[in-house]
Structures are given as C-alpha cells and as structure tokens.
C-alpha cells in the first residue's frame, strides 16, 4: 500500500467512533486522523460496498463533537482509509490543532 496522505498525522489514544452505513451506527476504532482524513479499523461491518460514510467524532476530554462526510478510499482487512468531503473549515481547523498538539506532546 503506498501511503499518499501530504497532511501530517496523528494517533489520539484509544478513540472509538460512530460510523454510520445506511443510517446505522457501526464501531470503528480511529487509528489515526488529519486534516485531510483518517484511518479507522472495522468490527463487524455489514458486508455492504459504499462509497460514502457519515462519521461521529468525539475526543475524549473535549465536549465537542463533530459530524464529518468521509469517502472510501481503500481497505485492507480491518483497515480503511477514509478521506473528508465537504469538511466546515471550522472542523478541518480543529483536527490539524489536534494533530498538531499530539506531535508537540510526543
């Protein structure tokens, strides 16, 4: 797999999120996010091709939440790389702050 993402990023700890298929929720585990996207782990996904997910997003210690469009990029196995689509500016700024606090902690 050649990794093609230009933004930094970052592993917020152990984050569990919604990501909705079809109107359900379905856990995912983050495994690491950006400005541009993010990369989650699968648990007992239906076994449903689609080409857009809604995703809830909440860091633990902070109380906001935020509700992002994302578009398949690949899986692998468990894995899928997932790509933000018609980001709020307000919220692209937020996860490169995010981003940019756990590389300064590190």
Known sequence: ???????????????????YIDGFPH???LVDVSGSGMLVRRFNEPDLA???YAVELGV???S???WLWTRHVWH??????????GIDPMDRAR????????????
């Open 1 to 19: 797999m050649d990794d093609r993402r230009t933004m930094p990023r970052a592993s917020l700890g152990t984050i569990f999120l919604n990501k």
């Open 95 to 106: 996860l490169k702050k995010m981003v940019a606090e756990v590389q300064r902690a590190a």
């Open 76 to 85: 692998h196995g468990e894995l899928q790389a997932l790509r933000f689509t």
């Open 60 to 62: 633990p210690g902070r």
């Open 27 to 29: 856990l995912v585990k």
């Open 50 to 52: 689609r080409d857009f």
């Open 64 to 66: 906001e939440r935020m």
